[in-house]
């Protein structure tokens, strides 16, 4: 069901069946998993602290994806960047630098692409 953001239309009207989200957030539920966020280094692309990441492993990485990847032994969320054989993990916040990801780094592993983000928005009174 599509709600209106302008005037007010009783929502009585529009009722339909239950809502299950697995039918509209995923598309391959055995390569899917949900993160929960923690930092402020993609903000500038629109996810912030506390936001569930809908992330899928069936769908093929490109330049310009934003990933979850293992890095180190920590989890990052990043947009991917490849340039010339190389690959980047460049964050959406200035206060953040680019990461190289070279042969080097230990157990680098891009765990999906991301396909939802999932944001609460709270009122503060």
């Given at each position: 069901t599509r709600v209106s953001a302008g005037s007010f239309?009783?929502?009585d009207d529009y009722v339909e069946k239950g809502l299950d989200m697995n039918d509209h957030?995923?598309?391959h539920p055995a390569?899917?998993?949900?993160?929960?966020?923690?930092?402020?280094?993609m903000v500038g692309a629109g996810i912030f602290p506390g936001?569930?990441?809908?992330?899928?492993?069936?769908?093929?990485?490109?330049?310009?994806s934003v990933v979850v990847a293992k890095l180190g032994g920590d989890l990052?969320?990043?947009?991917?960047?490849?340039?010339?054989?190389?690959v980047f993990l460049v964050p959406e916040n200035p206060a953040y630098q680019t990461i190289e990801v070279t042969s080097d780094m230990e157990g680098f592993e891009i765990c999906g692409v991301l396909l939802h983000n999932i944001h609460s928005h709270t009122v503060k009174k």
């Open positions: 239309s009783p929502a957030l995923i598309k390569a899917t998993f949900a993160f929960h966020v923690s930092g402020d280094s936001d569930l990441l809908i992330v899928d492993r069936a769908v093929k990485p490109v330049s310009g990052v969320c990043k947009r991917l960047k490849l340039v010339k054989g190389k």
